[in-house]
């Protein structure tokens, strides 16, 4: 099993960045390939980007295309979400998730293992 914990939320202007971290302890985190989503007040789950394995492959959503960058660092278990150009829509409960793969997928189903999700709210 792996344990993920997602920090690096918090409160930011229209405009302006975050960086979130998700740190995963367990078994070998070179073995997962990693998702965020993202969940809103009312709103279903929404995926928002996914890294493989390696750190080679990557993929998003159309909506953060260009403002958000997804990276990992497998010698420090640490996958990380870069949030620059942020959007008052953005605010959601942002989560990281991992399956046992070497690609990412869009569907939170594809996914065995979460994180406690962390908070982005983006002011206008």
């Known amino acids: 099993q792996v344990q993920l914990v997602e920090s690096g939320g918090g409160l930011v202007q229209a405009g302006g960045s975050l960086r979130l971290s998700c740190a995963a302890s367990?078994?070998?985190?070179?073995?997962?390939?990693v998702g965020w989503f993202r969940q809103a007040p009312g709103k279903e789950r929404e995926f928002v980007a996914a890294?493989?394995?390696?750190?080679?492959?990557?993929k998003y959503v159309d909506s953060v295309r260009g403002r958000f960058t997804i990276s990992r660092d497998n010698a420090k278990n640490t996958v990380y979400l870069q949030m620059d150009s942020l959007k008052p829509e953005d605010t959601a409960v942002y989560y990281c998730?991992?399956?046992?793969?070497?690609?990412?997928?869009?569907?939170?189903?594809?996914?065995?293992?979460w994180g406690q999700g962390t908070q982005v709210t983006v002011s206008s």
């Open positions: 890294v493989g394995s390696s750190g080679r492959t990557s």
């Open positions: 998730a991992a399956r046992t793969a070497l690609s990412g997928s869009r569907e939170y189903v594809a996914y065995d293992y």
């Open positions: 367990g078994r070998p985190f070179r073995s997962y390939a």
